[in-house]
């Protein structure tokens, strides 16, 4: 169900948190006890053989976003697959429709674009590289003239190495 995302007095939209991929089964629930939803999926491309198959896995895994008001509420938490629901405050909620029609306009392009969903990462965060050469190497983002890069420090030595990196190809490192 397509779902026009827009605030309404007394309803707020929230992400809430799914038992492990059960986001379609969530989003199955929502269907049939029409409870205003989106699920954004990432269409994904995978070669077997000599044919290409095609999926859909939710672009962010363990969140479907609702639309409740008290009266669903409970209902919605009655599926028990929610491990439960962010609570959105009024000026937050109106940044989450806002971006969720933006990902909406987004899923809709993927007919002619790729989309890669990537952590957000700040300069000065700690990182981990975790494809290419450079995996399981850990530095701290950079920018310099406009190019993401990390910075691995060599303390013993008084010295750095830089090198520019793909930001899907960092994780940040947890506790940061």
């Known amino acids: 169900m397509l779902v026009t995302i827009e605030t309404q007095p007394g309803h707020a939209w929230a992400p809430a948190y799914c038992k492990p991929r059960a986001e379609k089964v969530v989003a199955g629930y929502c269907e049939r006890h029409g409870i205003p939803y989106y699920l954004p999926l ?10 290409t198959v095609e999926s859909f896995l ?13 009266d669903n509420r409970t209902e919605f938490l009655e599926c028990h697959r929610i491990v439960h629901i962010v609570d959105v405050y009024d000026a937050r909620e109106r940044t989450l429709v806002a ?3 933006a990902l909406q306009r987004l899923e809709e392009a993927q007919s002619d674009v790729d989309l890669v969903v990537m952590p957000e990462v700040k ?9 290419g050469p450079l ?5 701290i983002v950079e920018r310099r003239k ?7 420090n060599v303390e013993l030595l008084g010295s750095s190495v830089m090198a520019e990196m793909d930001l899907g190809e960092l994780e940040a490192v947890e506790g940061d």
């Open 99 to 101: 971006e969720l029609n």
């Open 135 to 139: 995996a399981g190497t850990s530095g």
């Open 146 to 152: 406009g190019r993401t890069r990390v910075t691995v």
């Open 42 to 51: 990432l269409r994904k491309r995978k070669r077997h053989q000599r044919r």
């Open 123 to 131: 300069i000065g965060t700690a990182v981990t590289v975790t494809e």
């Open 58 to 70: 939710p672009m962010f895994p363990g969140y479907i976003f609702v639309q409740l008001h008290p």
